[in-house]
């Protein structure tokens, strides 16, 4: 049996160490599944997932240069169900600090071709630059003092 990049196989696991669990497959050839491929949640101790003589199905993801095959179990596991989302109960609109369903910032850029959005963008770009300089060359003192040389 050739092994593929992406063939599901069954396999035993026959021994774990801290970043992944060996697991033997079919015709005698042993794949490792690293510990970020053990299941889709975060793992920080493999055990609590697998012990040594459980059978996995296994998808094999990688087969380097040297033959090691990379297994994954998670890429096989069907994915977690989304968290419920928790609703906001309804507050009086005097305590709500933006009221509901409103835009913020209109849609400017509606009807305007890349060139205008481009040339309006420049423009308000270098009114902010020299908005800037002007701040900062005013905390600097303007520079008057520093010319005369008088520290």
Known sequence: MQFEVGA???GKVTSITKFGA??????????????SEVAPTFVREIRDHLKEG???RVKVINIDAQGRINLSIKQLAP????????RQTARPAASSPRPDR?????????GLTFEDMMSRFKQDSDEKISTLKKNADGKRGGGSYRKSGRY
């Open 8 to 10: 599901v196989l069954e």
């Open 22 to 35: 060996f697991v033997a497959l079919p015709e005698g050839k042993t794949g490792m599944v690293h510990i």
């Open 54 to 56: 459980d059978e996995v």
């Open 102 to 110: 409103f835009e913020w910032s209109p849609r400017r850029t509606e």
């Open 79 to 86: 994915p977690p169900a989304p968290a419920p989302r928790q």
